[in-house]
């Protein structure tokens, strides 16, 4: 049976940094949705030139597009035990998930981290990322607040947020994190067979 977490938090709450240190202490697979619709757009595809547009613009990508590229990573990769990365951005991702998939995450990691300080790492990450200019972070933050937070309420309703003070340290994140974990009966800490394959796929 497949095992699917998602990991939500806001631009710039560490996501993608605690995500390789899941995979790689808990045996999980690493897939990053923001790295998967980059490398679409990498590729120079119809598909990839719409959703650089539409980032640029500090908006959400269609669900159907988002699931769509999920699904065919999730099928090339020899894994039952997925971390996806910033998924879902929206209510409408956890309904096109549902209905495509007919899965549900276990849990929902949510990593809450103040505007202030994701701001800063934000901007001092320099990454060389389109997205990463003072403007198109603050679209991204409205986004969040406006867009994805109400999915993380509708996990809640059900029971399967799992929230964390991601403003802190990231070792200290990590501890955390590692409770979270350390608590779910298949995910002792192991090593890694499946590397945290977040951007060959």
Same mark, same amino acid.
């Given at each position: 049976?497949?095992?699917?977490?998602?990991?939500?938090? +806001?631009? +710039?709450?560490?996501?993608?940094?605690?995500?390789?240190?899941?995979?790689?202490?808990?045996?999980?697979?690493?897939?990053?949705?923001?790295? &998967?619709?980059?490398? @679409? /757009?990498?590729?120079?595809?119809?598909?990839?030139?719409?959703?650089?547009?539409?980032?640029?613009?500090? $908006?959400?990508?269609?669900?159907?597009?988002?699931?769509?590229?999920?699904?065919?990573?999730?099928?090339?990769?020899?894994?039952?035990?997925?971390? /996806?990365?910033?998924?879902?951005?929206? @209510?409408?991702?956890? $309904?096109?998930?549902?209905?495509?998939?007919?899965?549900?995450?276990?849990?929902?990691?949510?990593?809450?981290?103040?505007?202030?300080?994701?701001?800063?790492?934000?901007?001092?990450?320099? @990454?060389?990322?389109?997205?990463?200019? /003072?403007?198109?972070?603050?679209?991204?933050?409205?986004?969040?607040?406006?867009?994805?937070?109400?999915?993380?309420?509708?996990?809640?309703?059900?029971?399967?947020?799992?929230?964390?003070?991601?403003?802190?340290?990231?070792?200290?994140?990590? @501890?955390?994190?590692?409770? /979270?974990?350390?608590?779910?009966?298949?995910? $002792?800490?192991?090593?890694?067979?499946?590397?945290?394959?977040? &951007?060959?796929?």
């Amino acid at each position: 049976m497949v095992k699917i977490v998602f990991v939500i938090g +806001g631009p +710039g709450s560490g996501k993608g940094t605690q995500c390789k240190r899941i995979a790689q202490q808990f045996g999980y697979t690493h897939l990053s949705v923001g790295e &998967l619709l980059r490398q @679409e /757009i990498n590729s120079g595809s119809e598909t990839g030139s719409m959703i650089q547009k539409i980032m640029k613009e500090g $908006k959400l990508v269609p669900s159907d597009v988002t699931v769509r590229l999920l699904q065919q990573a999730m099928r090339g990769m020899d894994s039952d035990k997925f971390l /996806i990365d910033g998924f879902p951005r929206n @209510e409408e991702n956890v $309904k096109t998930f549902e209905n495509l998939t007919k899965m549900d995450p276990e849990f929902v990691l949510y990593l809450d981290c103040p505007q202030d300080e994701m701001e800063r790492r934000l901007l001092t990450r320099n @990454e060389g990322r389109e997205d990463d200019n /003072i403007e198109t972070i603050r679209k991204r933050f409205k986004v969040f607040m406006e867009s994805t937070l109400p999915a993380v309420q509708y996990y809640e309703s059900k029971g399967k947020v799992k929230k964390v003070d991601a403003g802190k340290p990231v070792d200290e994140v990590f @501890e955390s994190i590692k409770v /979270i974990f350390s608590q779910r009966k298949d995910d $002792k800490v192991r090593p890694n067979r499946h590397n945290h394959t977040c &951007l060959i796929l």
